[in-house]
């Protein structure tokens, strides 16, 4: 596998990088779900690409101008599912970045785009049991899906003796889901999983938002969409269909809304098992990794390394030159 170029510096090798692409596909963050602003904000982390939290990368609007003036289409692809593509535009507003909600693709997008326009299963039983937090929710309603679980408070407690036995028999189940969808959910509970697993026994289809292992928040790790969804994942006895990076769903929803050229399109990120290798498997014309995220360079400089960008940046303003 070649090496990856570095381009930070390097004014020539910039240009002649961002003259092969027409479309740039942006991972943005580490996490920004609000519950997680609120709690994270005085550590100030900085894990992401064009954000972490509520701090922002240096010269992150420059660099977007520069690209949109050069007449590249730009696409903001997000594993995190607690935000909806309309949560993001008030993040994009909030920090002063200019987006639009229709520049937004994240993983619950993914599924429920698939789950509507895909699969269309026929109602009654084409209701959607959530395990995740409203950004599902949001763009499962966009898409005119029924779904039930989410951010339902009533399934925020923990299981009761009664519990079992109406899970069992049915009693506390809808005969209408046909699908299970977990995504990362700060409120992962025994009951929910439960629940979601009577559902899959009794014939649902199991989705994933995404199954990223980690959430980069606070400067630091924490458990990821992945990681909250694994119990579940554990007791059904295999991996959920994935709508989230590397998953090629994802880059085969992203093809179809945006018409883009898979040679003239490179993919900008952090991570090199979800970002980068999305790119790799979508068979893009170019990867870029930024080095202000969760891998670092001597992930894919090493000898036999799995995952290797084309190139890579210090920082996503270093594209400036
Ligand atoms: O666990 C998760 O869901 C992810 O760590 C997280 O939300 C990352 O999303 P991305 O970096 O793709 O925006
Ligand atoms: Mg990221």
């Known amino acids: 596998m070649s090496q990856p170029t570095f381009l930070s510096g390097d004014k020539a090798g910039i240009d002649e990088f961002l003259d092969r692409f027409d479309v740039f596909l942006f991972d943005c963050d580490g996490a920004c779900d ?49 935000k909806s593509r309309a949560d993001y535009k008030k993040k994009f507003d909030k920090l002063g970045i200019p987006a639009e909600v229709d520049e937004v693709f994240g993983s619950s997008y993914s599924a429920a785009v698939y789950i509507a326009r895909i699969m269309k299963l026929p109602a009654p039983k084409n209701k959607v049991f959530v395990m995740g937090e409203s950004g599902i929710e949001q763009e499962l309603e966009s898409e005119g899906v029924p779904y039930i679980g989410g951010t339902d408070p009533a399934l925020r407690r923990d299981i009761e003796p009664e519990d079992f036995t109406n899970i069992a028999n049915g009693s506390m189940l809808d005969p209408n889901v046909g699908i299970v969808l977990a995504g990362l959910d700060f409120h992962m509970n025994y009951l929910k999983t439960a629940i979601g697993f009577q559902y899959v026994q009794r014939g649902a289809q199991y989705f994933a938002t995404n199954i990223d292992s980690t959430l980069p928040m606070a400067h630091s790790f924490f458990p990821g969409a992945g990681a909250s969804g694994a119990a579940l994942e554990k007791a059904v006895g295999k991996t959920p269909v994935s ?42 014309g170019g990867t870029l990794a930024v080095l202000t995220g969760v891998s670092k360079k001597e992930d894919f400089l090493a000898e036999g390394a799995e995952t290797v960008p084309s190139a890579y940046v210090n920082a996503i303003g270093d594209l400036l030159g």
């Open 243 to 284: 709508f989230g990076k590397p998953s090629q769903a994802m880059m085969d929803a992203i093809e179809g809304k945006f018409k883009l050229d898979r040679r003239r399109t490179c993919m900008i990120g952090d991570r090199l098992n979800t970002d980068i290798q999305f790119g790799i498997d979508g068979k893009l």
């Open 34 to 82: 609000q519950f997680l602003y609120e709690v994270a904000v005085p550590y100030t982390p900085q894990i992401g690409v064009l954000w972490s939290g509520d701090h922002m990368f240096d010269k992150v609007p420059e660099t977007l101008e520069m690209l949109r003036s050069k007449g590249k289409r730009l696409v903001f692809v997000t594993n995190n599912s607690t």
